[in-house]
């Protein structure tokens, strides 16, 4: 969001429209005297103008991919009805709980309404809509079928949110019981353990070798449990703080996700979704194959893919076939390849790509759902043979002493 966006507040107004019916609404503006210069630019009469009570304004929460993808669908769907771009705008802007998507949607209104187009108008906020979102827009107003490409947009938005959140979903729920795991051993190795040592040390008899292991890994615990908890916090800043800031380290992330055992094919199958789906979509609302596939690249999700796709980019722009350099990135399926090729020679690339994502997409959704059935019972056995095996090793002894005597 630019600087005199950020600064600007939001005005409550109420006046006339052109035919004069009575209206109010909400004008995002620096000050009452430019808020009154907006409405009037828009056609209409402001008759009260005054700043909107804080205690009115939503919470300003973090704008989401999620945000505008219900952004681009609720766009869509009321250019469809034939409403005006700036009204629709402006409803959109009213209806959202989010105060900073509010103020976004009403600055891309304010530019707008002084003159300009709405993909230069987005293009203005690239840290919510991306080279693609924009592209698309200022295709779709040069073919002066914005309403079909918003449509578009938002089918791809939500398809890739989705899909986004189930692979989420799928390894989030380990990650996070293995957390719980390693907090409960830690529990009962720091605070339950060494009561029951203490009461082992009465026995006078050797304890099982089990149980010998867990107490010495108690007193581990007990000794240096600020250096593993903090060696465990410094490991996860420092993946964080390279995974934010160095693009090497998430290149290096990006191959290794494509070849583990379980993630590696969900990887391949996504990128090559998020691939078709974008290309189809760009392809689509006429925008040319070689421009289409540099801003595809970055929408693969993955360097691999990302650094094939522009490979891909400059050999078709040298005239071979797409189908051709796809086949020899080693990547793609041969099913992708047969297909494309097939879209090559009907010229029906952006259906035979849309048939290729719904394949993917499915195959990709099915892969999440087999992993979280397989997932639980894995993760229950898990928990089971850690805290079991804790449990067991403490009452060993007893059953030793019960068997003797």
């Known amino acids: 969001m630019t600087q005199a966006a950020e600064n600007k507040v939001t005005f409550i107004w109420e006046g006339k429209d052109k035919t004069g019916k009575h209206i109010k609404g909400e004008v995002l503006a620096v000050s009452e005297m430019q808020a009154r210069a907006v409405l009037r630019q828009q056609g209409q009469m402001p008759l ?20 505008i993808a219900i952004f681009a ?44 187009s709405l993909g230069n108008a987005l293009a203005k906020h690239p840290l919510y809509f991306d080279r693609l979102f924009v592209s698309l827009v200022i295709a779709g107003e040069n073919a002066g079928a914005l309403e ?10 939500e398809k890739t949110e989705s899909m986004k959140k189930k692979i989420k979903k799928a390894l989030t729920y380990p990650a996070a019981v293995l957390v719980v795991a390693f907090i409960v051993t830690a529990i009962l190795l720091i605070f339950v353990i060494p009561q029951f040592k203490e009461l082992f040390a009465g026995f006078g008899a050797d304890l099982p070798a089990f149980t010998l292991m867990v107490v010495n890994l108690s007193e581990v615990f007990q000794a240096y449990w600020w250096a593993i908890f903090g060696g465990i916090g410094g490991v996860i800043y420092t993946f964080m703080f390279f995974k934010k800031r160095s693009q090497t ?3 290096a992330l990006d191959r290794l996700a494509l070849r583990l055992p379980i993630i590696g094919p969900l990887t391949h199958k996504a990128a090559v979704a ?41 050999m078709t722009a040298q005239g071979q076939q797409m189908r051709i350099s796809m086949q020899q990135s080693g990547l ?3 099913m992708v390849v047969q297909m494309v ?30 992993m979280a059935s397989l997932m639980e019972p894995m993760i229950m056995a898990f928990l089971g043979v850690v805290v079991g095996g804790l449990v067991i090793a403490m009452y060993l002894p007893i059953f030793k002493m019960g068997s003797v005597v």
């Open 48 to 67: 009260k103008v005054k700043k909107k009570p804080r205690s009115l304004m939503g919470k300003g929460k973090k704008i989401k991919p999620s945000d």
């Open 73 to 116: 669908r609720q766009l869509a769907t009321m250019l469809q009805a034939g409403m005006p771009l700036l009204q629709g705008l402006e409803i959109i802007a009213q209806g959202t709980d989010n105060q900073s998507v509010a103020k976004l949607v009403t600055a891309i209104k304010d530019e707008v309404s002084g003159g300009i």
């Open 148 to 157: 079909a490409i918003l449509e578009r947009i938002a089918v791809y938005k």
């Open 249 to 251: 380290f998430n290149q």
């Open 274 to 314: 998020r691939f078709s789906r974008t290309l189809s979509t760009m392809f689509a609302a006429g925008v040319p194959l070689v421009e289409a596939m540099g801003s595809v690249a970055g929408a693969t999700g993955n360097h691999v893919y990302e650094t094939a796709v522009l490979e891909m980019r400059d």
């Open 332 to 334: 793609f399926p041969m």
């Open 341 to 370: 090729g097939i879209g090559e020679e009907t010229g029906e690339m952006d259906k035979m790509l849309s048939k290729v994502a719904d394949i993917y997409e499915e195959e990709v959704d099915n892969m999440v759902d087999a």
